[in-house]
């Protein structure tokens, strides 16, 4: 069964301290991999679009990577405005549109 | 407006009631998805409409109906629900559909109560 599972469900940082989020996906035939950012009560937010193993996407404090096997998120010197849920998605071969989703890493950054 | 819209933001009903959500997307895109999103779950592809045709349906319940009119307009209907259903229901689009690997905009969402 495809699986997509996400780690620290939960992760507080203080402001200035870089962590790293994990997407590690159990999919036949990965066709792309999406970064969500989604604040409380909102619809998630695109952030990244990665299709190849050893891709790398950067926005700002953020840097999204990617493996066979899962992709992580960085975040460098974040500030509390980076507090939110981050998801990601997988599209799978065969299953066009119809993206697994993770459960998402709730981040907060204290000041 | 831009992006996706979804109207009400929030809602509340009876498990007798029948009301719609709506959601319009300004993108030009040409697939439209409804998802359902519950406490501490990931999110559930409930329905997938391409060119306003459904080319995906997630084995959800009858109670839940969807409506594409055209291709910017997105609607599920709602009637005798259940308490369980009660959850964040959120409308996205891409520009495309099928076998491409579009990214998917998402709207705002609808807060749904069921008493």
């Known amino acids: 069964e495809d699986q997509v599972t996400q780690s620290p469900e939960a992760l507080r940082l203080q402001e200035g301290e870089s962590s790293s989020l994990n997407c590690s996906y159990t999919v036949s035939g990965l066709r792309g991999l999406f970064w969500y950012r989604q604040d409380p009560g909102k619809g998630p937010e695109f952030l990244f679009t990665?299709?190849?193993a050893g891709e790398e996407k950067e926005k700002e404090r953020l840097k999204a990577t990617l493996t066979k096997k899962e992709s992580f998120l960085h975040i460098t010197a974040p500030k509390p405005e980076d507090s939110a849920t981050y998801l990601c998605?997988?599209?799978?071969?065969?299953?066009?549109?119809?993206?697994?989703f993770g459960p998402g890493t709730r981040l907060s950054v204290l000041p | 407006e831009t992006g996706v819209t979804q109207t009400p933001r929030h809602l509340v009903m009876g498990m007798t009631n029948k009301k719609s959500l709506k959601c319009e997307q300004h993108?030009?895109?040409?697939?439209m998805y409804w998802y359902k999103q519950s406490a501490k779950k990931p999110l559930e592809l409930m329905f997938v409409y391409s060119l306003e045709e459904r080319v995906e349906n997630n084995s959800v319940p009858s109670r839940f109906s969807p409506e594409c009119p055209n291709s910017s307009h997105l609607f599920l209907h709602l009637h005798t629900l259940q308490p369980e259903d009660s959850a964040l229901y959120l409308c996205?689009?891409?520009?495309?559909?099928?076998?491409?690997?579009?990214?998917?905009?998402f709207g705002p969402g609808t807060r749904l109560t069921v008493l």
């Open positions: 998605a997988v599209a799978r071969d065969n299953y066009g549109q119809n993206f697994v």
């Open positions: 996205a689009s891409s520009p495309t559909s099928g076998g491409a690997t579009d990214t998917q905009y």
């Open positions: 993108l030009g895109h040409n697939a």
């Open positions: 990665l299709y190849s």
